[in-house]
């Protein structure tokens, strides 16, 4: 791929293209207007246009089967040893940057499936939030799995499978409770096994991703491009309350079970700065939805609006329990009080047939 889409590059222009395709965006509204715009699409440029989506999803595999364990490993290893040499440092950090770039690539990537009708231009602010939105995510997601891991080694695997398997499962158990055919239209050589085997691959780099951070990209089985084109807040929302119980959790048993290595650490210290750095992470993702989305015009609802509504739906399922034994107190009364009320309810219809009287008399 590479080395057509280099050639394709430099011979762009000397030919001309057979046939020229016309591509159909709408503009992201502006003060509720939206224009339509048409662009001529050359085959060099559609095979350019192929080969770029395919290095994207590459970049993603790379990041979260590749550079997430490596840099899990290589951190493990440091504190282990209680040494970070300067080599170690920098394959490191360059790790850290892969992840975070194939997380803003899959970030990009589902803003253009979810708004394909639309023209996206995302901004450089928009590129700045997601970059510290997902640096502070993963840093503080694989610095909280290796200090869990250093003291409690064999907790840490059915913490790892629980997570693995819970989102591998996710999409197919919707899928299940869906009871929607099994998809055929993938692509048109693929066979049944063949497609199995590619929902499978799909499903791992989905629980891939979840593991280390939010993945942008939602699997859904049921639609013919597989990825979910909704923008559901809820999920998010259950995902990062989650997310963060969890990692103060395995903080809080890190912390309970610390060793000697940890003797020159000031370790309260440590377990609030992780704390602190995943809120960052929450709060730079609110400002790339809040204000900085390129799409955001099209939400039907802001992302502070669907916190709310779902704050308020988790406290009223947490309220709701009370009431009803409240309810069930209430309908359960002792004799003299159901006594007291049948006669009170004796006395308040006489009145009101007094008054019926006195009006029908008066009229």
């Known amino acids: 791929r590479c080395v057509e889409a280099f050639y394709i590059y430099f011979h762009a222009g000397r030919v001309e293209d057979p046939y020229v395709s016309i591509t159909k965006k709408w503009q992201v509204p502006k003060d509720g207007y939206s224009e339509e715009v048409e662009k001529e699409v050359g085959q060099a440029e559609r095979k350019l246009c192929t080969h770029t989506s395919a290095f994207v999803r ?65 901004k450089p602010a928009a590129y700045l939030c997601i970059f510290l939105w997902r640096s502070f995510e993963i840093a503080t997601r694989v610095t909280v799995l290796v200090l869990f891991s250093s003291v409690l080694r064999i907790w840490i695997f059915p913490v790892v499978m629980l997570n693995f398997f819970g989102f591998y499962f996710f999409p197919w158990i919707l899928f299940w409770r869906s009871k929607s055919p099994f998809p055929e239209n993938i692509e048109k050589e693929f066979s049944r096994v063949g497609t199995t085997i590619v929902l499978c691959l799909l499903t791992f780099l989905y629980a891939g991703i979840n593991m280390f951070c939010w993945s942008a990209v939602q699997v859904n089985i049921n639609d013919p491009d597989l990825i979910s084109k909704s923008q559901n807040w809820y999920q998010m929302t259950v995902f990062y309350i989650l997310r963060f119980i969890e990692n103060a959790f395995l903080l809080l048993m890190w912390y309970l079970h610390k060793t000697d290595i940890y003797l020159y650490v000031c370790t309260v210290s440590l377990f609030l700065r992780l704390l602190l750095s995943y809120c960052t992470a929450i709060f730079f993702m609110l400002v790339f939805y809040q204000f900085c989305h390129p799409c955001k015009k099209l939400f039907s609802s802001t992302i502070t609006e669907a916190l709310l509504s779902c704050f308020k739906f988790l406290f009223f399922i947490r309220k ?28 308040i ?15």
């Open 58 to 122: 590459a970049s993603v595999i790379q990041a979260f089967l590749g550079s997430a364990p490596q840099l899990t490993l290589q951190l493990y290893i440091c504190i282990i040893r209680q040494e970070i040499t300067a080599p170690r440092s920098i394959f490191m950090l360059l790790s850290l940057l892969s992840i975070v770039y194939g997380a803003l690539r899959c970030n990009i990537l589902a803003l253009k499936i979810k708004y394909d009708d639309y023209e996206v231009r995302v």
């Open 320 to 347: 709701s329990p009370k009431s009803t034994v409240l309810r069930g107190k209430a309908a359960v009364k002792s004799p003299e009080n159901t006594d007291e009320t049948l006669s009170s309810s004796k006395t």
């Open 349 to 363: 219809d006489s009145q009101k047939g007094d008054l019926h009287q006195s009006a029908s008399s008066n009229a």
